[in-house]
């Protein structure tokens, strides 16, 4: 590292030759893995500006430190199907970082899941977790399990085996799991179970995502999508726009995309299209959401079937095509680098005025780029999609109190924490040169508050 004396005279030399030392360590240190160099290197672009005016956080080593889990553990998952075969699978939870609270964020079934994936869910979640304002520290896991054409048992058994393992690294005021893609709240109940089996009696707050009926919190499912929209409506709003009479397309049709849907059409957006892996399906009437609940929520379906209840739809295989129909706002909600830089051309040729990230990193860097040369209003994931994380701690507190909070009064918190977020991603990117920038924004006012609690709690 650069002499830090001399170069406080040139702090924006110094900002970049540290950030630019740090990533090329990173990315020795890490070879192969895509997913978390892409995090890291798109809040390392965000950060100069915070080292050329702070280079005290250049001597304390927080980039160095911030970039390096607390620790990783994987583990192997046998399990038996329904014809007695059995399988192995590879289970993952990544600590990242706990300065600001117990190890918090999901578990992630799906084939993709690796090392990279999980740590760059887990390292988002650092910046995410810290701009929702609450104590939660952050952290992911999962496995490469499919749970597609699994039975209900065979799902039960894997989690059962999953959780033996994991259930040795977790706990309320340790590390506190949730749900993501391919885990619901079926999954979080099955987890729940087998950690209450294992540390006998039933123990609350050590899973959020819960049934409600089971010590969940009310509004939980919803707060993802919803949180998603209340956040690109004050995007919109100090941009005179409003979801009102909008052409909305959303990406997935899961959890956070079934929600972002009800919400932007209770706002008076129309939704003409949504997805799965298979395809998406489109439609000019406006699509039910109720369903898209049906067969996903109730059914475990395609949504290629949503045409069998509303011919009015059309389906079309491969689901990257959704990103070419006209809209006013695209909101990505499957999953990591769905819209990559051809089809954010697409977007802006279809005149697309923003972008609101409800999955965790559905963008490319190009196509970010893309949207920031022309003016397209941008919400990113680690602001937009805080919600989910931000009522997950509104549950660790309910379960605390033994209190349930009723699902007005967490949707009314939802909205404040979600228009606080916004407020400080938009006095971040003034203060730091980039008015308006959510996306540095929102990296800046994330990291700043973490950074300081590293150097609060000393070298380690
Ligand atoms: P779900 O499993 O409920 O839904 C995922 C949806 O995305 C499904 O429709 C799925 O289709 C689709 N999908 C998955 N992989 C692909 C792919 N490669 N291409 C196209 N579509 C795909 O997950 P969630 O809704 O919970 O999560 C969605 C995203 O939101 C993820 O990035 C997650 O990390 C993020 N997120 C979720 C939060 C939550 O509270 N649930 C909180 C914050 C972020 P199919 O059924 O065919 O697989």
């Excluded at 893995?33 to 304390?60: C, G, M, W």
């Excluded at 899973?207 to 409600?212: A, E, I, L, M």
């Excluded at 279809?350 to 919400?379: H, Q, R, S, Y």
Aim: proline letters at 3%; aromatic letters at 10%; charged letters at 25%.
């Amino acid at each position: 590292m650069s002499n830090l004396n001399e170069t406080y005279e040139d702090p924006k030399k110094l900002a970049n030759d540290y950030v630019h030392e740090v990533y090329s360590l990173i990315k020795k240190r890490n070879p192969g893995e895509v997913e978390f160099l892409q995090a890291t290197r798109e809040i390392f672009d965000s950060l100069r500006p915070v080292f050329s005016k702070n280079p005290h956080y250049i001597r304390d080593g927080i980039l160095e430190r911030i970039t390096e889990p607390d620790r990783i553990i994987t583990f192997r998952v046998a399990w038996e199907d329904d014809q007695g075969k059995v399988h192995v699978n590879r289970g993952y939870r990544v600590q990242f970082n706990s300065d600001l609270g117990p190890y918090k964020g999901g578990i992630r079934f799906h084939p993709s899941v690796n090392t990279s994936i999980m740590k760059f869910l887990a390292f988002e979640q650092i910046f995410k977790n810290s701009l929702t304002g609450q104590p939660i520290g952050a952290g992911k896991g999962g496995s490469d399990f499919d749970p597609k054409n699994k039975s209900e048992r065979e799902i039960m058994r894997f989690v059962q085996s999953f959780m033996t393992e994991l259930s040795k690294y977790i706990g309320p005021d340790l590390d506190v799991p949730a749900g993501d893609i391919g885990v619901g709240r079926r999954e979080v109940e099955y987890m729940s179970g087998q950690y209450n089996r294992l540390h006998g009696g039933h123990k609350a707050g050590v899973f959020t995502g819960k049934d409600p009926n089971y010590g969940g919190s009310l509004g939980r499912k919803e707060a993802t999508g919803y949180g998603t929209i209340y956040f690109a409506e004050e995007m919109l709003r100090v941009n005179d726009l409003s979801f009102k009479g909008s052409r909305v397309i959303v990406s997935g049709s899961g959890n956070v995309s079934i929600y972002a849907m009800e919400k932007a059409i209770e706002l008076g957006a129309k939704v003409v299209a949504c997805s799965d892996s298979s395809g998406y399906i489109y439609d000019e009437n406006g699509i039910n959401v109720e369903t898209v609940k049906l067969l996903k929520e109730e059914g475990n379906k395609r949504i290629k079937e949503y045409k069998k209840f509303h011919s009015s739809a059309k389906y079309f295989d491969e689901c990257t095509g959704i990103w070419s129909i006209n809209c006013d706002i695209a909101l990505p909600c499957a999953t990591q680098n769905e819209i990559d830089e051809a089809a954010a051309h697409k977007l802006v040729n279809n005149n697309v005025k923003a972008i609101a990230e409800g999955a965790n990193m559905p963008c490319t860097k190009e196509a970010i780029d893309l949207f920031v040369e022309n003016g397209i209003l941008f919400a990113p994931a680690k602001a937009a999609n805080a919600g989910g994380v931000a009522v997950s701690a509104m549950e660790m507190s309910q379960n605390s109190m033994r209190l349930n909070w009723t699902f007005d009064e967490v949707d009314e918190k939802l909205k404040q924490v979600m228009h606080e977020i916004f407020q400080s991603c938009l006095s971040a990117s003034k203060e730091y040169g980039h008015p308006g920038n959510l996306i540095v924004g929102a990296n800046i006012a994330g990291f700043l508050k973490v950074a300081d609690a590293m150097i609060a709690h000393g070298i380690r």
